[in-house]
């Protein structure tokens, strides 16, 4: 074994303790410093020839990478949609390198067994029923990834093909409608072989992302043969969602497999007040819910559902001699685009052992509560305008005054070592958004935000 190696083994318990003691360091310190650093990035260096141990490269990796990390796991990174993690979800993923599992088949533990309790947990908590099957996969685009290759099964299984089996030309050219997708929808029907221009744009509501009804209704009846809708709960720049119920009820007239992208707004049901925004969502054929977002989990972590696992693991079947026969219970392994991969869902099963449904409905609706203060006082600061109403956790706003690409990339970039937004364009106007989803973020912090934020404003 190499010295270093084996010196490294030798010395693990005290080793983990300086990496423990290090994070608790960095962790302690997270609220306090550069949101976004504007420290220059180091050189590359040479790969190691000679390595010189784990002490040493956390030194190195502390002296020339840190310093140029982003706090995006602190309380006042509200850029994207980005959740940190929870203490216990931090403990799950350290739990999870140690195990080191493969939870992909039976053969070897109980990986995946856990891994099942814990999507029931997720769908539970979400609301849906047990008519959805789930499985984990890296994150929401993944997730719609999935979903559409089943959805793509599924328009085979209209036609009487398997374009899993002879590839997508057997469908010929496919529709998919959607209101606001987000941009994973036609990254995802690139790869799929779909292709982009499958991705038909409903009309929304005037002033809303969410898509109008009578819109998509004669969007369908264009359509005339079997399609794909692709709902949305909780777009990205305003947090908007779909009239879930009526786009589910139009099954009853046309032919569709109906996707919901709920990445980020699936957790609307926790919270009792907008629980009514995901209403109807157990009525898809599948769905995509993101974790390392709102449930607050280290990045890496994603759910699909889908009530038709029979075509899912047409697509992902995973066939070897060494691997069991798919049964009523199929191996993981057979179910999503990944085979061999890490326990991916350690870290969401700590934080629901360990703060329940009602630990993560708090930090659910502390996020919309800090969402709709600084929505008040986006609405107070003259030079500011509200784009739309704070639905949920997302505040989208402008400048009242020129509100071009140039002056609001300014503006993001003075406050940026305070609070990090990220820029958008809704409806041909430029703007900043915030999303709350970090169960570090308090009222504290959305007041110190708009301390902030009103002073940029008077110097810009
Ligand atoms: C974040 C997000 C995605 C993509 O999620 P990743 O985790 O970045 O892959 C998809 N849809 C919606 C609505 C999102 O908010």
Not at 281 to 292: G, M, P, Y
Request: charged share 20%; aromatic share 6%.
């Amino acid at each position: 074994m190499d010295p270093r190696l084996a010196a490294d083994r030798d010395a693990l318990p005290h080793l983990l303790d300086t990496v423990r003691q290090h994070a608790t360091e960095v962790l302690g310190r997270i609220a306090d410093r550069k949101v976004i650093p504007t420290q220059v990035l180091p050189e590359p260096d040479p790969l190691p020839e000679l390595g010189t141990g784990l002490r040493e490269a956390l030194d190195d990796f502390t002296s020339r990478w840190e310093p140029v990390l982003s706090a995006s796991a602190g309380p006042r990174y509200l850029g994207f949609v980005t959740g940190g993690a929870t203490p216990a979800a931090l403990a799950g993923d350290w739990m999870t390198a140690a195990w080191d599992q493969n939870p992909i088949s039976s053969l070897d533990g109980a990986g995946q067994h856990l891994e099942r309790e814990t999507i029931t947990w997720v769908r539970e908590l979400i609301g849906l029923s047990d008519q959805h099957h789930g499985a984990f996969v890296s994150g929401a685009t993944m997730s719609n990834i999935v979903g559409l290759a089943i959805a793509r099964e599924w328009l085979g299984e209209c036609k009487g093909v398997s374009p899993a089996e002879c590839g997508t030309a057997a469908l010929g050219a496919v529709q998919v409608l959607s209101g606001t997708a987000h941009s994973s929808v036609p990254k995802g029907l690139s790869v799929l072989g779909l292709g982009r221009q499958a991705l038909t744009h409903v009309p929304t509501l005037p002033g809303r992302e969410a898509v109008d009804l009578v819109a998509l209704e004669q969007a369908l009846n264009q359509v005339g043969g079997p399609c794909v809708v692709v709902a949305n709960a909780g777009t990205v720049n305003t947090a908007d969602f779909d009239n879930l119920r009526a786009i589910a009820a139009m099954r009853e007239h046309h032919h569709f497999w109906l996707h919901v992208d709920a990445a980020f707004g699936a957790f609307a049901a926790l919270a009792p007040a907008r629980a009514h925004l995901v209403e109807g969502l157990d009525l898809a054929d599948s769905i995509c819910v993101d974790l390392h977002k709102w449930l607050n989990v280290p990045y890496g972590s994603a759910v699909q559902f889908t009530q038709r696992r029979d075509l899912q693991t047409r697509v992902f079947q995973n066939t070897a001699a060494y691997l069991g026969p798919l049964g009523d219970t199929p191996d993981l392994v057979n179910l999503t685009p990944e085979n061999s991969r890490r326990l991916r869902a350690l870290a969401a099963w700590f934080t629901l052992r360990a703060y329940g449904r009602d630990g993560h409905r708090e930090i659910i609706e502390r996020s919309i509560a800090c969402a709709c203060a600084l929505g008040d006082v986006v609405t107070d600061i003259p030079g500011l305008r509200l784009l739309a109403p704070v639905r949920l956790n997302v505040v989208c706003f402008t400048l009242a005054e020129d509100p071009t690409t140039e002056r609001l990339a300014a503006l993001a970039k003075h406050i940026a070592d305070k609070v990090f937004l990220t820029p958008t364009v809704l409806d041909g106007v430029p703007a900043l958004r915030a999303a709350f989803s970090n169960w570090r973020t308090t009222k504290t912090d959305t007041d110190r935000i708009a301390a902030v934020l009103e002073n940029a404003v008077r110097v810009l």
